[in-house]
């Protein structure tokens, strides 16, 4: 199983960032795919999730501003993400787990890409 972030980067505030998540090794499609967060010193946040069904979920903090999207022929997931805060300066992290109630339960994880706002 490898799943592997890329689209991180330093972005003024205002600014936009696309992440991506390559993934193999599992039935991509059968599976809730999300987005984490870890900011220093603060717990690791689920951001947004993708569930098989098509249910998508996201975090209050980012609702109207993050997208997730995913691509079941490609094996991919997708974190558009517009009008970035300084607070949004985390490590991301792609997972793949299963969804329960409004996130999804991560089993598989993403080594993470960094994203810096700055203001």
């Known amino acids: 199983v490898q799943l592997v972030e890329s689209g991180g980067g330093s972005v003024q505030a205002g600014g936009s960032l696309t992440l991506s998540c390559a993934t193999s090794?599992?039935?991509?499609?059968?599976?809730?795919m999300g987005w984490f967060r870890q900011a220093p010193g603060k717990e690791r946040e689920g951001v947004a999730a993708?569930?098989?069904?098509?249910?998508?979920s996201y975090v209050d903090s980012v609702k109207g501003r993050f997208t997730i999207s995913r691509d079941n022929a490609k094996n991919a997931l997708y974190l558009q993400m517009n009008s970035l805060k300084p607070e949004d300066t985390a490590m991301y992290y792609c997972?793949?787990?299963?969804?329960?109630?409004?996130?999804?339960?991560?089993?598989?994880w993403g080594q993470g890409t960094q994203v810096t706002v700055s203001s």
């Open positions: 997972a793949a787990g299963f969804f329960l109630v409004d996130k999804c339960v991560p089993g598989y």
């Open positions: 090794g599992f039935s991509f499609s059968s599976y809730c």
């Open positions: 993708s569930a098989s069904d098509g249910r998508l």
